[in-house]
């Protein structure tokens, strides 16, 4: 989904970046395609609602986390918080399902931002 790709572009910028990664429903963040060969990506089982052990045993010794909001329960979010994860970045593109990141707390991460495109060399008349 257009969420879930954004979500995996802001991962894939985290710096340090990430060794272990945590998706429900990986497929739609686009696994390799953005998120590279380097990182460990887990599959977390998808359930309605999620279940918060499940989640644990896939978040834990995970650097970032990944999720659709609508299954982010206050059990889930308990889950996490207990795990030493903070929300970091939402994620809503057009019709499809909100993504949220959360990144575990040690060590802080930042995002790198993409240089600005040089300036057009052309000369102007």
Do not use: M
């Not at 995996?8 to 272990?20: D, H, K």
């Not at 963040?29 to 990506?41: C, K, Q, S, V």
């Not at 999620?50 to 045993?57: A, G, K, N, S, Y």
């Not at 060590?107 to 600005?116: C, G, I, Q, S, W």
């Amino acid at each position: 989904s257009q969420s879930a790709v954004a979500a995996a572009r802001y991962i894939a910028a985290l710096r340090p970046a990430p060794r272990v990664i945590a998706l429900e429903q990986g497929w739609a963040y686009g696994l390799r395609i953005y998120l590279g060969n380097g990182p460990a990506i887990r599959e977390i089982p998808v359930s309605r609602p999620l279940d918060p052990e499940t989640l644990r045993r896939h978040a834990s010794g995970a650097d970032a986390v990944a999720l659709y909001s609508k299954d982010a329960s206050p059990d889930v979010r308990q889950t996490l918080a207990q795990l030493g994860f903070r929300e970091a970045a939402r994620f809503k593109r057009d019709t499809s399902k909100e993504s949220v990141v959360y990144l575990s707390g040690s060590p802080p991460r930042t995002f790198k931002r993409r240089a600005a495109p040089p300036p057009d060399t052309a000369a102007a008349d």
